[in-house]
């Protein structure tokens, strides 16, 4: 949060766009939802990886070696490109990997936008690299190759000189977010460019780069920005006549159609006169309370995550699912749903009689002396959604005053 922050003042200061509160809302709230399904389900790639590793390792590379660590480097971001390039080049993968694609703006919050459904899609990649190199260090390199790949989002660094050569930079990876034609399927490196060099899909970056999807969403509803392309998907699926034709609408890339390349045709050219952005316009404090109600929730999954194992596992569970139906309102209410001044009252609702319920117990124990500051916000908040929503519905405007 703080690296964030430090961008959107250079930012002001090179008087550039800051970054939109409900753009980077909705970019943490989903790689919440990833951190929240990671808690619910088992760790298959590392499994897997684990497994390949016990039973088919052809050489243990020492741990203590610096030659084990930096061929793990090289050996993991050649394994990240591949697995990269097919999540954009098969529209089955692409349905998972589009939501990180989907903000249209390009700042530090939008490496957080990360899918749920692409920890299921992308461990079969690295997979050989598991012939020589333990879980332990592969691990190691997971984390530290993705930490890599956050900084790189942001618009502050323009070139990095011979180093461009070599590394994936902003510059190199703003291009690979861009929807502009010249930017489509390129530039797929995580750590190291010299990928794209080697197999063709390098492209620098020369004209104004314009982000987002060729389709956008329009909207800020995360579930479906998890989900929506598999269900856009089906229906494609379901409509395409002759079992080869749908075997190519999940095999072949986004854009294909009867008759188009493997990758598809067709990509329009950006108008840059007019650049819509999704944005409906809400009052400042509605920014407010959906920011700070959203580091509530995230302070519920650290401590779910932390001393989740002190609570019976159908408590954490529920839990858990509280909070993706509460980012969910939360998307709603910056997209103007009529449903979402309820949805707040009704989840405001259930927290204070979770809270009655479990008073004293271990799970608000948890929380300490913090638990009475966040009832104390649950119910100003609960208040003010149900004065809110007796006036509108009163006027018979409903929802429509609240924005």
Known sequence: MGLMLLEAFVLASQNKRIPRVNDTVNSMTLGLLLLIS?????????????????NFCLYKLPWQSPWTWWITVIAFDCGYYWFHRMAHEINLFWAAHQTHHSSEEYNLSTALRQSVIQQFTSWPFYLPIALFIPPSIFLIHRQLNLLYQFWIHTEVVSTMGPMEWILNTPSHHRVHHGRNPYCIDKNYAGMLIIWDRMFGTFQPEKDRVIYGLVHSQDTW???YMQFGAYWELCKRFYHTS??????????????????????GSGVPEVDYSTIPRYHKRVPRWLDI?????????LLTVHVLSQRGSELHHMVVMSLLIYCILALTNIGLLFDHHPLSPIGEVVRLSFVMLLDFVTMGTTSTSMLGLGAWTLRGLVVMSLSLWLLLSIKLLSSKQFPKKLH
């Open 221 to 223: 509803n995360p579930l």
């Open 38 to 54: 990671q808690l619910m389900v088992i760790p298959v790639g590392i499994i897997a990886y684990s497994w390949v590793y016990n």
């Open 289 to 297: 309370y959906c920011f700070v109600h959203f580091h509530i929730i």
């Open 242 to 263: 002759g079992v080869q034709n749908k075997l190519c609408v999940l095999f072949m890339g986004p854009g294909w159609s009867p008759g188009t390349p493997r990758l």
